[in-house]
């Protein structure tokens, strides 16, 4: 028998956003500037950078990127700070590997982070607070990542319109199997916060993101439970991977039939057979990423005019 289960392509889903950039770049009526700094010699940051310039140029944006060594990145990226003609910056991590990366991230500043990775952003989003001022003109920016597995849960429909704004995963449940601070993480609160009950799973426990019954909290709060994988797998509506291992496979036998299945992790943690049981399947969404980065640089430009005007 056939199975019931499609596979959704990054590509399709990110070709609704990449209509959305096409549009703000054609109303703005000049090309963006985006500038990438590789400072590392890893393959894989290098054909990043070039599918994000690929795609950007392709998209009415001026792509540059600039090539420099680890110990020149801190006034690298001051200089680009510093210069009006550049709107938005980008870093491909890691560079050092260890905590400098962590530092070298906040020295891009909070009005070109493409990246949503500033401190200030990151804790907007935890606290769930959606605006930068008092007036709720200017939106905050979340992270690439995490906000483009927000946009593919729309896509799949599993974000329910009918609920108002900031409640539609209301009565979802979500495993994600990763808590990383760039996606797992900040993932589960963005989830929890539109009001789903998310298990993230990582090597040392399982813990629950939930704003409580009937959603009665404004944002999320977090508990360890003493859960299993099985356990919450079983009744997952959405199950989201992302083990950056070539090994790991998410068990077919404990995804839940119907169940929405995303992988982000660069290997596959789902074998294909996984439609036998899953409705949707989307095995990678490195573009829906690329669309968001290049969303949040349009954004960061309608912030700064908004800011501008006041
Ligand atoms: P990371 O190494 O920082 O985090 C991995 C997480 O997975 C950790 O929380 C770890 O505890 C957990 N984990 C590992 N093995 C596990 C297991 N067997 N069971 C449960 N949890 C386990 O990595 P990261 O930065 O979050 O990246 C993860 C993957 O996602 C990588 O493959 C990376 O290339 C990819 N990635 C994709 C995008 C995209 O846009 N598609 C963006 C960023 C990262």
Redesign the pocket.
């Known amino acids: 028998v056939k199975p019931v289960g499609r596979t959704i392509l990054a590509s399709t889903i990110a070709k609704t956003y990449i209509s959305e950039v096409e549009d703000g770049v054609r109303k703005l009526g000049r090309s963006p500037k985006l500038v990438g700094f590789l400072a590392n010699a890893d393959p894989?940051a290098k054909m990043y950078a070039e599918w994000t310039g690929k795609t950007s140029e392709s998209l009415g944006f001026t792509y540059e990127l600039r090539v420099v060594d680890k110990d020149d990145l801190e006034e690298s990226i001051i200089d680009a700070n510093e210069d009006d003609s550049v709107d938005g910056i980008m870093v491909y991590f890691p560079v050092f590997g260890n905590r400098q990366d962590q530092y070298l991230q906040q020295v891009v500043s909070l009005e070109k982070d493409v990246e949503g990775l500033n401190h200030k952003y990151i804790q907007n989003m935890y606290h769930n607070i959606r605006f930068l001022d008092e007036e709720e003109q200017q939106k905050s920016i979340l992270p690439c990542?995490p906000l483009?597995l927000v946009k593919i849960l729309e896509y799949l429909g599993v974000y329910n319109t009918l609920l108002d704004y900031g409640n539609r995963m209301y009565g979802k449940q979500v495993v994600i199997?990763?808590?990383?601070e760039?996606?797992?993480r900040p993932l589960a609160a963005l989830l929890a916060n539109d009001g789903a009950t998310v298990y993230s799973?990582?090597?040392?426990g399982i813990q629950r993101f939930t704003r409580g019954a009937g959603l009665h909290l404004k944002r999320h709060k977090v508990e360890d439970v003493d859960l299993t994988l099985e356990d919450v797998a079983k009744n997952a509506d959405v199950i989201v991977t992302?083990?950056?291992?070539p090994n790991?496979k998410f068990p077919k036998e404990l995804v839940k039939d119907g169940a929405v299945c995303v992988n982000?992790?660069?290997?596959k943690n789902f074998n294909p057979d996984v439609k036998e049981k899953a409705s949707l399947y989307v095995p990678?969404?490195?573009k829906v990423?690329i669309a968001m980065l290049l969303r949040n640089l349009l954004r960061l430009i309608d912030n700064k005019v908004a800011n501008k005007s006041k």
Do not use: Q
């Open positions: 894989a990542t483009a199997v990763n808590r990383s760039i996606v797992g799973v990582d090597l040392d992302g083990v950056p291992s790991y982000f992790s660069s290997e990678m969404t490195g990423t």
